[in-house]
């Protein structure tokens, strides 16, 4: 919604905005519209801070702060290492300490 603006004059941006996406004669489309083709000039220069604007009510942003990466190093033996990261599966883990002590 576009702050500080009446009704109408909510109501006569959108009719301006129209008209520039159609273009055309500007008494035409004003007498469509049904207003006085003077009174809609006079909007479009009441309102031409708004027409430089994009016409967006909302947009939304989702930020997302990234997760520092951590890791699990497990030490078989004095002799090897294993590092995982996060979401590691247990049972995997176990079974790859064990072939690695057989080595």
Not at 15 to 34: H, M, N, P, S, W
Not at 60 to 67: I, K
């Amino acid at each position: 919604m576009e702050q500080g603006l009446t009704d109408r004059g909510r109501e006569m941006l959108a009719l301006i905005r129209e008209f520039e996406r159609v273009g055309g004669d500007v008494a035409d489309f004003a007498d469509r519209a049904g207003v006085m083709p003077q009174t809609f000039q006079w909007w479009r220069s009441k309102l031409r801070r708004y027409l430089d604007r994009p016409n967006h009510d909302f947009v939304e942003v989702v930020v997302e702060t990234p997760r520092p990466e951590s890791h699990l190093r497990v030490v078989v033996d004095d002799v090897l290492s294993v590092e995982v990261s996060d979401g590691f599966d247990a049972g995997e883990l176990r079974r790859v300490v064990e072939v690695l002590r057989e080595c």
